[in-house]
Nanobody, 112 residues
Framework: QVQLVESGGGLVQAGGSLRLSCAAS????????MGWYRQAPGKQRELVAS???????NYADSVKGRFTISSANTKNTVYLQMNSLKPENTAVYYC??????WGKGTLVTVSS
């Protein structure tokens, strides 16, 4: 089993930045990729960014150039640096560790 704990969410004005962190514990040797997803009110959960154990990253088109995903060398922490935030980025952000572990989420609210 893998446990994931997100942190770093909060309220920020449009144009501001936030850095989310996700700490993994437990059977982290089984993790082969980690990612950030988000779910806005009334919408489906969507992929924001992901990173494989080999460091290959993938981003949703809407966040390319503004968000950066990275991971610690020990593979037990993944970060999401979010810059130039927009009100439409408001959502609960979830950390996921493949093959199928989820955190409880952290709320990001971007005010206009």
């Amino acid at each position: 089993q893998v446990q994931l704990v997100e942190s770093g969410g909060g309220l920020v004005q449009a144009g501001g930045s936030l850095r989310l962190s996700c700490a993994a514990s437990g059977s982290i040797f089984s993790i082969n990729a980690m990612g950030w997803y988000r779910q806005a009110p009334g919408k489906q959960r969507e992929l924001v960014a992901s990173i494989t154990s080999g460091g290959i990253t993938n981003y949703a088109d809407s966040v390319k150039g503004r968000f950066t995903i990275s991971s610690a060398n020990t593979k037990n922490t993944v970060y999401l640096q979010m810059n130039s935030l927009k009100p439409e980025n408001t959502a609960v952000y979830y950390c996921k560790a493949a093959p199928g572990y989820w955190g409880k989420g952290t709320l990001v609210t971007v005010s206009s």
